[in-house]
């Protein structure tokens, strides 16, 4: 609150970073345990109940953007008449780009998303109780709802709150590009959890290098699809090389944004490859919480990257404010599965896999 009181438009900014993080691990972690539904897998059966409690985050999403919405205007240009009546390309996206839509877009997405995590978390959790393999079959049915509305909400999400804060640019990529960045943040704060609980004797007897090694090539894997994605957007903008769409790399190579966009490689992509490149990496507690660690540090940094260019175009801005965002987004993680994990077990202990997940070997 002091952040909108000093500066209510880089606050704002900030605020939208945080909604689009705190989005992609409660959506990234639903997702998680919607393929494990689908999939029929039963290695990640014994700590599915982690990212079932992280995407409660998914409840707090609202109350997050409650600041943004009363300084909308400070942030998006297309919501300035003045502004879209003098500009033939806002008034072609202005029955998409308005601000009635554009609410009604957020809520739409997010009721969605909690009626799924809740018919999903809530079956999840009765199973504890009953033993009922038959809640097992009802979420295989949910999730398979759950993943189309999911992909298109996801992408819309990223155009709405990332895309449209530069509403001349625009790129078919960059749903794609923050759904792989989504799943890689629901799987690191996952794994960083699991990790914790499991050396500290909290989970299952039985879980071992095994299901780390699992964990650690899932991250392994969309860490190089989210490096594909985001080289294959840059590479069509580039060789199209048409000047309504290279203004938006360019102004992240201005000033030192250049720094930045050239860190942005090495941050998201080339350290968390070698990091977890051989297999003992992946199999090793220690580095495999020190890489989920570092992966959900460089999706915040891929979060700023996309965001903050609009607002600071002159350079990179990291103060008091931004800092703030961070330290309240690991205190809501951490606050809100510490009060999960008090009330509900951290292990599915009915779920008719749990053994064969506790058995899993390679």
């Not at 877009?105 to 504890?128: E, H």
């Not at 048409?242 to 790399?249: G, I, Q, S």
Request: hydrophobic share 55%; aromatic share 18%; glycine share 6%.
């Amino acid at each position: 609150m002091l952040g909108y009181v000093q500066d209510s438009t880089r606050a704002a900014f900030n605020n939208i970073i945080l909604y689009v993080f705190l989005a992609s691990i409660g959506l990234g972690s639903l997702f998680l345990v919607a393929v494990e539904y689908l999939s029929g897998a039963v290695w990640s059966t014994p700590f599915r109940r982690i990212p079932e409690f992280l995407s409660a985050l998914l409840i707090v999403l609202p109350f997050v953007l409650i600041p943004v919405f009363s300084n909308m205007s400070h942030i998006f240009h297309w919501m300035h008449p003045e502004v879209v009546s003098a500009d033939k390309i806002l008034q072609s996206k202005a029955p998409y780009l308005n601000s009635t839509f554009f609410i009604i877009r957020t809520a739409a997405f997010i009721f969605l998303w909690l009626v799924f995590y809740f018919f999903i978390i809530k079956n999840s959790k009765k199973q504890d109780a009953s033993g009922d393999q038959s809640l097992t079959k009802k979420n295989i049915k949910i999730s398979a709802v759950f993943m189309p509305v999911f992909a298109i909400t996801i992408s819309f999400t990223a155009i709405d709150w990332l895309m449209s804060l530069e509403p001349h640019w625009f790129s078919t990529i960059l749903g794609v590009y923050y759904f792989s960045g989504s799943v890689l943040a629901g799987l690191a704060a996952a794994t960083i959890i699991i990790v914790m609980l499991n050396e500290n004797g909290y989970l299952v007897n039985g879980l071992n290098s095994n299901h780390y090694y699992s964990l650690g090539a899932l991250l392994f894997a969309f860490t190089n699809f989210w490096a594909y994605i985001a080289f294959s957007q840059f590479m069509l903008i580039w060789y199209a090389n048409l000047p309504e769409e290279t203004f938006w790399f360019l102004q992240r190579w201005e000033g030192t944004w250049i720094i930045f966009t050239i860190g942005l490689i090495f941050v998201r992509f080339v350290i968390p490859y070698f990091g977890l490149l051989s297999q003992p990496s992946k199999m090793n507690p220690k580095r495999l919480l020190v890489m989920s660690c570092w992966i959900l540090f460089a999706h915040w940094y891929d979060m700023y990257w996309l965001a903050m260019p609009n607002y600071s175009k002159d350079g990179v801005l990291f103060g008091w404010i931004e800092l703030g965002f961070v330290l309240f987004a690991i205190g809501l993680v951490m606050l809100l599965f510490n009060q999960l994990a008090k009330k509900n077990n951290l292990v599915a202990i009915k779920d008719p896999k749990l053994q064969r997940g506790i058995d899993f070997r390679l």
